[in-house]
């Protein structure tokens, strides 16, 4: 079997994960309860007795927030590739996932699994202060929007929890998108081009201003001025794509796609502090929010997170935006605490 996704993870493997990069000392009681959960959640909606229990159960401690935010940032964190390759080499540890929750026994190769992946692990839950961010130029805060200006004159906004590397030679300005979304207005100069790569492509201005954002898996590039060329390296080979005004385009793995026109403004409104969505999945609209908020925003419910939405909320109060959806679309919202939000019908 493939470890492409972390439910497919040895349960044991994970509480094992849990507690070798767990804040807490030793080990608790509250850590192996909120594996338990997060896993649950992570194979589907909850039922409704699971779902009051786990909210009660929650509210009952402080420990118990803790501890469920601690798993839920481990649980993210196996998602990475390098986790991901590390367990691929023990695919004889996986195992099956009960469907309802009980206590893990013992864990017939638990150990070598956490073992083989624990350095990857640690190596990825340290990438953002001792890789990523010492690699970064220029950086945003989670909720922070800001403009940089670079020294040739071009400028840089960066949405938030985003990343850039500047590196300008004789030959070329080349900046590397490390992490999230910017946007950039460069200054003209044809003996010098400016190039921003981000995973397996590179971006090549033609004109004035585009957009670039970072995902799980591909990349997207909006031209908001004149245009750009996209390049990015496939399966099989190198592609491109020339993207004009008012066009986007995405790369990945597979290439790089055609371009079609876009909603400028739309794509561009974080720019201006807002967050413009146009009959979207509200699952899109709380990942968006997500990102400008400190904290950890879920939905409970997976149907709930079907619901079509539109709107245009302040980027800089992903808390408000989630009030309006509350009594626009009949939202229940269970705040913990501010930095801790569960959504339901």
Known sequence: MCLDHPRFYSPQAFCLFLKVFSM?????????????????????????????????????????????LRAQKTWAAMSAPSITQALAQHTSAVAVIPKRRRRFGKARNGWAVAIAACLALGMYVGEPPVLLWWQASETSRVGEIRTVTLADGSQVQLDSDSAIAVHYTDKKREVRLLKGQAAFTVTPDREHPFVVTAENGDTTALGTRFIIKRNAALTDVTVTEHSVRVQAQG????????????????????????????DVDTQAAWTRGRLVFVDQPLKTVINELARYHRGYITLINAEVGKLRVSGSFDATDPLAALDTLEHSIGLHITKVTNALIFIRK
């Open 235 to 262: 399966h099989n080979a190198l592609s491109e794509v020339i993207v004009h005004e008012g066009e986007s385009t995405t790369y990945g793995p597979q290439g790089v796609f055609a371009a079609h026109e876009v």
């Open 24 to 68: 807490s000392d030793p080990f608790s009681d509250s850590d192996d309860e909120a594996s338990r959960w997060v896993i649950q959640q992570d194979m589907g909606p909850l039922s409704g007795d699971d779902e009051r229990e786990f909210l009660a159960w929650l509210q009952h401690d402080v420990a118990h927030q803790e501890a469920y």
